[in-house]
């Protein structure tokens, strides 16, 4: 069956599934692929059209070592333990990891005595590699930064990933081991009952025996469709803009804000694709659809990063963007066992899912389990590797012996990122294929660079219409 | 493996073009034109109107039937020009890496002319507040797109709102008709004086020009929805479309350049170039909308023209001049080429000499851009406290148009003295 995005369900809810995660964002599709090494019935549904199109697309795209996490909760326990299992596993599959570590830069006094609390806590985090460095030793790590740098809180391991590859090697790998993924299928209803659950989505009835909310900012909306009202999720918008490739050379590490009573600040980050990110804004909301950028928004994070980083705004902007964190006013995840409802809530994962998906993954089966799940022995996945879109790793286009045997990937299609006709072919015919030009851009960069599909957006379009028959 | 030629230009459009075409016809040895696009011809390609200059017969040519004969001028006369082919950085001094479907390669060359080009900014680049729908492009994707895919009804939406006020707005306009799209509105932030569109944008069925008013934010989830602007006067409303077309605002597609490390032109972001086009890098040259954007096809194909003697006298083994004297604007002037005066190069062989001064620099023509409408200002060009040119201009400027000084303007220059600076004022 495998990746559907439109008419009716298959079976109308017969046969049930043994499992149904709803939410294929970056924690959804890591739940699902830790539930495909058993021998389970297992569907990932979404409402939108694509995997990871809400929060998991638009983040500041690190992976955390957990350092700066409230030391004892289950945040910090899984983003600890999450860290390690996806650099693992994204060596494994090739999904772009740089180690850059992070600096937390102190511009006042303030803030220069809060460094060595700050590496105190990381300590009991279980850190214990970060080091103080002192005006000079900051200014040699990285001399672009602007006047007025104190000091600065080195801490290893800190790195950038990218978001998009992640969520969709879990998906992947979830659809090549068994597990069907429903898209453009938002739930609407749930009818709770024994031994199977009735969901009632837009395109037909599925029978869930368990099941898991991964819903990201509407997990609070799903609990109520199971009647449950244990949190509420505010949007925090964060507001980023992505500068040009020729800032890349300005900034060595990833640069994070000491926080502070004055609030937290903005980073200014590289990219895996070999831009630099300035952001986020943070702005709580009522609106979870409010993914817009504002005047006030870039202002004031040009003004920031002026001073983090002045050569910056030399530069151009390739992108903004917006996206929103799922806060519920709580200092830690909420992840729930229902057992009465054979049902798993996992809320409140803030900017940390990311790097906590695939220890959440394994503590979300064991929660299963004390729902009564019993999955069965445990066997390999199908494997999974992914196209590169790191800049630090081979890209197509430089690779002599794959033009060699397919003369399509050294025909660069989008100039800016450099992104070959091979690349856009293998995404049209990849296991779980775009459904537009966005999802197109999530799988190749294309269209991602500075010209923003001034020179390629016709190409690409002929493409799409050429490779993408039959799957939209 | 490297591979040597003794010409290699970087872009066939209409400056490339013409450089190679008449490096060719010169004698140059082995001319190569590489082009990253699967044909040649640049920008006129996707041009469907007049404006090109007329054939042998006096009949008016159009984008791409220009583009054809720049493409078999530079043929003809012996020019090789390769398309589908991508120059994707320096692996050396005047040695660039390749990347085509017949596989990569490293050629060497003794001259490059960097003829990369211009591209307008996105949506992005200018900071437009909103959510990110489709539905949003420039004009150069508009064109390309009802090129590649024909006048196709709903190509592009149905209802479509133009920002900007240069020529380049009126020919976006243009395009979405013919597409079938209804234009709403044409938005631009110059007062209504300072663009290129009159009343009802001067087409036989007018179209509402919102001059002196901004785009304030994009609206819509999936498909653009709306534009917001707002007017000198404070006032706001929505446009309701399908479609945002952002024209002009031109940047030069500088990779190459950036990669090179040499200077950029504050004004222009383009790379500094001497007045024949010579950048800081022994070798390299420089030509077209790359060094300025914006400038029509027939400006861009001079400079390729012009280049030639400078790339002859380089493969001649003349000295790269080092040097030369900054060239700046003052006052309602938003850029100036080029960016250097150089001293006149000495007979020689060595790569880059340092000149005794004082040296005069050999006069050359200015291209001046103003930053917004002049009605008949004094131009002046000095150097230090020597005024070198003071002339009122007959006509009015305008903002996207540049004006042409004769070489007599520089005449005098000191090539050993401080900056050279234009200004202008009503």
Not at chain 1, 198 to 206: A, D, E, N, P
Not at chain 2, 331 to 356: C, F, H, K, M
Request: net charge positive; with cysteine.
């Amino acid at each position: 069956m495998g990746v559907t995005r439109r008419g009716p369900l298959p079976g109308d809810g017969d046969p049930a599934y043994d499992v149904v995660v709803v939410g294929a964002g970056v924690v959804g599709a890591a739940i699902a692929r830790a539930l495909a090494r058993h021998p389970l019935r297992v569907a990932l549904v979404d409402a939108a059209d694509d995997v990871g199109d809400g929060t998991s697309k638009a983040n500041t795209a690190i992976l955390h070592t957990g350092f700066d996490a409230v030391p004892g909760t289950l945040e910090a326990r899984l983003v600890r333990e999450g860290h390690r299992l996806l650099d693992a596993y994204a060596r494994q599959t090739g999904i772009p990891v740089e180690p850059l570590g992070a600096l937390l830069v102190a511009w006042d006094e303030q803030q220069r005595a809060a460094l060595p609390r700050l590496a105190q806590k990381a300590e009991r985090n279980g850190h214990r590699t970060t080091r103080l460095l002192s005006a000079p030793e900051l200014a040699l790590r990285e001399p672009h930064l602007g006047a007025g740098a104190l000091a600065a809180l080195e801490v290893p391991g800190e790195s950038v990933i990218c978001p998009w590859t992640t969520t969709l090697a879990y998906a992947t790998q979830a659809v090549r081991s068994g597990v069907d993924l429903h898209l453009s299928c938002r739930v609407e209803e749930v009818r709770p009952g024994d031994p199977y659950h009735r969901l009632v989505t837009r395109r037909g009835v599925l029978g869930a025996r368990h099941l898991v909310n991964a819903c990201g900012l509407h997990a609070d909306g799903f609990d109520a469709l199971l009647g449950r009202a244990d949190f509420t999720v505010t949007p925090r918008r964060g507001q980023l803009v992505v500068f040009d490739k020729f800032a890349r050379d300005l900034v060595r590490h990833i640069l994070l804000p000491v926080p502070g009573p004055l609030g937290k600040g903005v980073l200014v980050s590289p990219t895996v694709y070999g831009n630099v990110m300035l952001g986020p804004t943070a702005e709580d909301l009522d609106d979870k659809t409010a993914t817009g950028t504002t005047a006030e928004g870039l202002a004031g994070l040009r003004e920031q990063g002026g001073r983090i980083l002045p050569a910056l705004l030399d530069e151009e902007v390739t992108a903004v963007y917006a996206g929103l964190r799922a806060a519920t006013g709580q200092e830690d995840y909420r992840i729930a066992a229902h057992p009465a409802l054979r049902y798993v809530t996992v809320g409140g994962i803030r900017s940390t899912g990311l790097t906590a998906s695939l220890a959440i993954a394994d503590h979300v089966l064991g929660l299963l389990a004390d729902c009564g799940l019993d999955p069965g022995p445990e066997r390999p996945l199908a494997p999974v590797r992914m196209p590169n879109l790191g800049e630090s790793f081979p890209r197509p286009y430089r690779d002599a012996g794959l033009i060699a045997r397919n003369a399509e990937f050294g025909a660069i299609v989008c100039h800016c990122e450099r992104v070959t006709r091979g690349e856009i072919r293998a995404a049209f015919t990849s296991t779980i294929p775009p459904a537009g030009p966005d999802g197109l851009r999530r799988r190749t960069r294309a269209r991602g660079g500075r010209c923003q599909g001034h020179f390629c957006g016709a190409e690409l379009r002929a493409l799409s219409e050429e490779y993408g028959e039959g799957t939209r | 493996m490297t591979r040597t030629v003794d010409v290699l230009v970087v872009g066939a459009g209409p400056a490339g073009l013409a450089a190679a075409a008449g490096l060719a016809a010169a004698g140059a040895g082995r001319v190569e034109v590489l082009e990253r696009e699967t044909d040649a011809g640049g920008v006129p390609r996707h041009c469907v109107r007049p404006g090109f200059g007329s054939d042998a017969l006096g009949r008016p040519l159009d984008g791409p039937a220009y583009a054809r004969r720049a493409v078999r001028a530079a043929s003809r006369a012996g020019a090789t020009v390769r398309t589908g082919v991508s120059a994707t950085g320096w692996a050396a001094p005047l040695t660039l890496d390749v990347t085509a479907p017949t596989g990569l390669e490293r050629i060497r060359a003794r001259a490059v002319v960097l003829a990369t080009g211009a591209r307008e900014r996105p949506r992005s680049a200018r900071l437009v507040p909103g959510s990110r729908p489709a539905g949003v492009l420039t004009t150069g994707e508009l064109q390309r797109t009802v090129a590649r895919f024909g006048a196709r009804a709903g190509l592009a939406g149905r209802r479509a709102v133009v920002v900007g006020g240069d020529p380049v707005a009126r020919h976006a306009v243009r395009t979405l008709r013919e597409a079938g799209a209804v234009v709403a509105a044409v938005v631009c932030e110059r007062p209504g004086t300072a663009t290129a569109l009159g009343v009802g944008g001067a087409f036989a069925t007018p179209v509402p020009v919102l001059s002196g008013t901004v785009v304030t934010e994009l609206t819509g989830r999936g498909r653009l929805t709306g534009v917001a602007v707002r007017a000198g006067d404070g006032r706001t409303a929505v446009l309701r479309c399908d479609t945002v077309v952002f024209t002009g605002d031109w940047i030069p597609d500088h990779e190459l350049v950036r990669l090179l490390g040499v200077p950029l032109a504050p004004g222009t972001r383009g790379p500094v170039t001497d007045g024949d086009f010579r950048t800081a890098e022994p070798g390299v040259f420089a030509v077209g909308n790359l060094l300025h954007g914006g400038e029509p096809a027939r400006r861009a194909a001079a400079e390729g023209r012009a280049v030639v003697g400078a790339v002859l006298a380089r493969l001649a083994g003349r000295p790269w001049p080092a040097g030369g004297v900054p060239v700046a604007t003052e006052g309602p002037l938003r850029w100036v080429t080029p960016g250097l005066l150089g001293p006149a190069p000495v007979p020689g062989t060595s790569e880059a000499v340092s000149l005794p001064p004082p040296v005069p620099a050999p006069p050359v023509p200015l291209l001046v851009r103003p930053e917004r409408r002049l009605v008949r200002p004094v131009l002046t060009v000095r150097q230090g406290d020597v005024l070198l040119g003071r002339e009122r201009l007959a006509a009015t400027l305008v903002p996207w148009r540049s004006v042409r000084l004769g070489p007599w303007w520089t005449d005098g220059v000191d090539g050993a003295g401080g900056p050279v600076v234009v200004a202008a004022e009503e």
